[in-house]
């Protein structure tokens, strides 16, 4: 009975003073040593409940929550939607199951924001259904979209699902494939982006498997000076990509290349990320 009782102090008999006062009493009265470690233990592990109380009674399955799960499956697509992008947006766990199964919905729409929201929860668990939904996905803007769910979750070994899909027919999906592998940021892909990137005949999805490359591993002074070339390109998105890469990947020898690229960039857009990748490079050394 006194375990049965230790096991009811949650959130709520915490902040009750007379059971706390219950509680105190059932301590002294125990000689036990063993016992009375696991009583203190259940007592601290329901003492940390209380600051985390916020975040837990936000997830408990009360009528509202049931509602929202239930608004996440029935209805019209928009308001499918709205419930779908409040679960994620609120980080409501609890939704994660009901997510997961509308990755198999017959509307296209309704996988895409189930998968985009199940990247904003990040929990490993979904790992295996984003998995199983990307090989049986045909449509593109979804596929893309379970592709950076995967690496939003940033599970540890999990990059080989996505690694062939940097040899995928369409660009856009070859380009998402190498920013998400940046998410999971793990050594192991750099072999797969290294052919990949040998392989590629599209300058966009080029730079941004450099990029990918280059957040993994930024030792290789060739390929820190491929990424300054691409300053110089034509294509403005390719330069953008190129500046903000910098921001994060930063290193000495692009100071004199980024000043004139600031000097000669004509596009406001660009100009921003370089001056930011310019103050980031400064600031490092």
């Not at 949650?10 to 301590?27: A, H, R, S, V």
């Not at 019209?76 to 198999?104: D, H, P, V, W």
């Not at 494939?177 to 300058?203: F, I, M, P, V």
């Not at 390929?223 to 990509?241: G, Q, T, V």
């Amino acid at each position: 009975m006194q375990t049965f009782f230790i096991l009811r102090l949650t959130l709520y008999d915490l902040i009750d003073e007379n059971k706390i006062m219950t509680f105190k009493k059932i301590i002294k009265k125990k000689k036990n040593i063993r016992t009375l470690s696991i009583y203190l233990t259940l007592f601290f592990v329901n003492f940390s409940i209380l600051f985390a109380g916020p975040k837990i009674i936000k997830n408990r399955l009360t009528k509202e929550n049931l509602n929202l799960i239930y608004e996440t499956k029935v209805g019209g697509i928009e308001s499918r939607i709205r419930a779908i992008k409040t679960c994620g947006s609120q980080r409501m766990y609890f939704c994660l199951r009901a997510l997961t199964e509308n990755l198999e919905d017959e509307n296209s729409e309704i996988r895409r924001v189930s998968a985009q929201n199940i990247g904003t929860l990040r929990i490993y668990d979904a790992f295996n259904a984003l998995e199983s939904a990307l090989k049986k996905e045909n449509e593109t803007k979804v596929k893309k979209t379970i592709i950076m769910a995967i690496g939003y979750l940033n599970k540890p070994n999990t990059s080989n699902a996505i690694e062939p899909y940097l040899r995928d027919k369409e660009d856009e999906i070859r380009e998402t494939t190498a920013k998400s592998l940046a998410l999971l940021n793990d050594e192991k892909s750099l072999g797969a982006l290294r052919q990949a990137y040998k392989a590629e005949n599209n300058e966009l999805v080029k730079v941004n498997i450099l990029s990918t490359i280059l957040i993994i591993d930024s030792t290789d002074y060739k390929e820190r000076a491929e990424l300054l070339k691409y300053l110089n390109n034509s294509n403005r998105w390719i330069r953008y990509n190129a500046a903000q890469t910098l921001q994060t990947v930063r290193f000495v020898e692009a100071v004199n290349t980024l000043e004139k690229a600031l000097n000669l960039e004509d596009e406001i857009i660009v100009r921003k990320e370089l001056y930011r990748a310019y103050i980031n490079v400064i600031n490092a050394f």
